[in-house]
């Protein structure tokens, strides 16, 4: 796979949602987006398969997949490389799988329709994945309904799905938000292994900093549909550079200070709603750093590392 | 805190179970038919103005055991001991006077709002209801309660879709602040909520505490977030507490192979140490 590169501009009426992101992700690589709720980051990872909801209105410079622009695609190319070239997972697997079906025919399915399998091969497929995603006894859970299945074997069996066809690019959109710890810790390392043997490439969002560092090579920091920060996690996480981010690491309540009871002082205010109209920097409201030419700055990603930026020109060269 | 008085509240051996399947013949047999143990055998006490953090996955059941008591959910064995009676012998007038005195906060404040009502006059109602002094006075009562979550007054106004879901939940727990209770249930009351807003809740909470003297039980799925905020943490799996003890030593110094299984699995940015530098 070619770089992946977006650049794009979403408007529902007037309203901006996602303003001016561009990344790439490398063959076999985990790129993170983390943000909070509004921050654009959803809209984001859907964009890479141009898949908005209706009244979502996208513009991109360039969005390049493994050599095939995406945008000069009609809807026959998109819908083919939406089924061939890229998987999908979202939090909740119970609204995405079909309650009438059994489970196994549903990944049996996808074979038959995406990877043009007949019947009795698509179902042997279908019991390998099953097993590869970590379900014991995959000839009865090949018969189950969903709704027979708990909340981490939903999300196993949407992964089988997923990786069905061996997609050169895994979006997982909050994907183990809904888990238990226990069960999130086996679905990412399920995520990495697949990443590993199929050489796919992961793009993981998530609200929650843990769960992208433990998994990702890189990470873009979103906030108010700006990417603020981007570079290599471990980068980020020991050097954050834009008073965003900072901020969003010390609000993270952490296992290690358990009884010193610590006040974090958290980000005062309100993030801003998806579509407030800004101009400047959206973190100006709450941030300590703002001054006056915030308001009015252009969001600019500058380079304050190796493949580490950030938009803040506040705190360039002002390495904490 | 005052460790060596008498805890405020004592749970002492409940259970509950949910029937399954009761099929006819079970019935005729007089027999229970097949049952799930949602909670077996809890025991637990919470001090005067203590934090007790309650964690565990889902269906471990924590919430069953926050519903229980105040009877939300009828325990079918054990004793509760709030101030010196058992909850579950309390009826009518006294248990509405036991669900004032415990109030819970639950993790989705749209549901458990009034969409309709203003939150002001949600404030009153409550308030009204359970004769609070000062509640005959409207918009001073309301103005009190609203500055104990760091609302504005002008919040009053306001219909609960018109508030972001930090200041809904501050609404949420507001209500619940404004019978005057002595304990405060949050089932989940942050789970759904923004890191940066999340933040804002827990010093909330431990406010009330210092403020009000509250006694605070701390329902979570996130340790993390217990970690924070509870003085004293009890892990729940499969309907029993594995684990009970001081939020440093069941944390730090885990002895139940569940406690030690939920820690390692709980992901944490590579440096977990905070950065600094923000105010």
Same mark, same amino acid.
């Given at each position: 796979m070619n770089d992946l590169s977006v650049r794009f501009r979403t408007e529902d009426g007037v309203v901006r *949602?996602? +303003?001016?992101i561009s990344f790439a992700v490398a063959p076999g690589r985990t790129l993170g987006i983390v943000g909070e709720s509004g921050s654009g980051k959803s809209l984001t990872c859907r964009s890479v398969i141009?898949?908005? &909801? %209706?009244e979502g209105a996208m513009s991109a410079n360039q969005i390049v997949f493994d050599g095939h622009d995406v945008l000069a695609m009609d809807r026959a190319a998109l819908r083919a490389h939406r089924a061939r070239s890229v998987g999908m997972i979202f939090q909740d697997p119970f609204s995405c799988l +079909?309650?009438?079906?059994r489970v196994g025919e549903q990944i049996a399915e996808t074979l038959r329709v995406n *990877?043009? $399998? +007949?019947r009795a091969a698509a179902k042997s497929q279908a019991l390998t994945l099953l097993e590869d995603v970590g379900i014991a006894s995959p000839d009865r859970r090949?018969?189950?309904?969903? @709704?027979?299945?708990s909340g981490g074997m939903r999300q196993r069996v949407m992964i089988a799905i997923a990786v069905a066809t061996k997609p050169k690019l895994l979006i997982a959109d909050? *994907?183990? /938000?809904? $888990?238990d710890v226990t069960t999130q810790a086996q679905i990412l390392s399920l995520i990495q292994r697949l990443r590993r043997e199929i050489g796919m490439s992961v793009l993981l969002v998530s609200h929650d900093f843990g769960v992208i560092a433990q998994v990702c090579d890189r990470v873009a920091v979103m906030y108010g549909g700006y990417v603020v920060e981007f570079g290599p996690v471990e980068d980020i996480c020991t050097r954050p550079q834009h008073p965003y981010t900072r901020a969003l690491l010390d609000s993270i309540p952490s $296992? !290690?200070?358990?009884?010193?009871r610590v006040r974090r002082a958290g980000i005062p205010g309100q993030p801003p709603s998806l579509g407030e109209v800004t101009t400047g920097c959206p973190f100006v409201d709450r941030?300590?750093?703002?001054?006056?030419?915030c308001r009015t700055m252009e969001m600019v990603m500058l380079e304050v590392g190796r493949g580490h930026t950030s938009a803040c020109p506040v705190t360039v060269g002002n390495r904490s | 805190m005052s460790s060596d008085t008498a805890p405020i509240l004592s749970v002492n051996g409940v259970v509950k179970r949910f029937v399954l399947r009761r099929t006819l013949g079970d019935r005729l047999a007089r027999r229970p038919g097949l049952t799930q /143990?949602?909670?077996? @055998?809890v025991s637990f006490e919470l001090a005067h103005g203590e934090i007790l953090g309650l964690a565990g996955g889902s269906g471990s059941g924590k919430t069953t055991l926050a519903r229980m008591l105040i009877r939300l959910v009828e325990p079918d064995e054990g004793r509760i001991i709030f101030r010196g009676s058992d909850v579950r012998d309390a009826g009518g007038r006294d248990l509405r006077e036991v669900r004032r005195q415990m109030q819970m906060v639950f993790q989705d404040p749209y549901s458990s709002l009034? &969409?309709?009502?203003?939150v002001g006059a949600a404030i009153l109602e409550a308030g009204r209801v359970h004769h609070?002094?000062?509640? !005959?006075?409207?918009t001073s009562f309301v103005e009190r309660i609203l500055d104990l979550v760091r609302l504005? #007054?002008? #919040?009053?106004? =306001? =219909?609960?879709? !018109? $508030?972001?879901g930090g200041q809904r939940q501050r609404v949420a727990i507001a209500r619940a602040l404004a019978v005057g209770p002595e304990v405060l249930i949050a089932d !989940? #009351?942050?789970?759904?909520? +923004?890191v940066s807003i999340q933040t804002q809740l827990l010093n909330l909470f431990l406010d009330l505490r210092d403020e009000l003297g509250l006694s605070i039980i701390f329902v979570a799925h996130q340790l993390s977030v217990i970690a924070e905020v509870a003085d004293r943490v009890a892990i729940m799996h499969e309907g029993r507490i594995v684990e009970i003890g001081s939020t440093v030593d069941v944390f @730090? @110094?885990?002895?139940h192979d569940y406690t030690r299984a939920l820690l390692a699995a709980h992901p944490h940015p =590579?440096? %977990?140490?905070p950065t600094g530098g923000v105010a």
């Open positions: *949602a996602v +303003d001016g141009r898949m908005l &909801p %209706p +079909d309650p009438t079906k *990877a043009g $399998l +007949d090949y018969l189950s309904y969903p @709704h027979e299945l909050e *994907a183990t /938000t809904a $888990l $296992l !290690e200070s358990a009884g010193q941030c300590t750093y703002a001054s006056d030419p | /143990t949602a909670v077996d @055998h009034n &969409p309709r009502m203003r609070q002094p000062g509640a !005959e006075n409207g504005p #007054a002008s #919040a009053a106004q =306001r =219909r609960p879709q !018109e $508030l972001s !989940e #009351a942050v789970s759904a909520l +923004d @730090h @110094h885990p002895t =590579r440096p %977990p140490a």
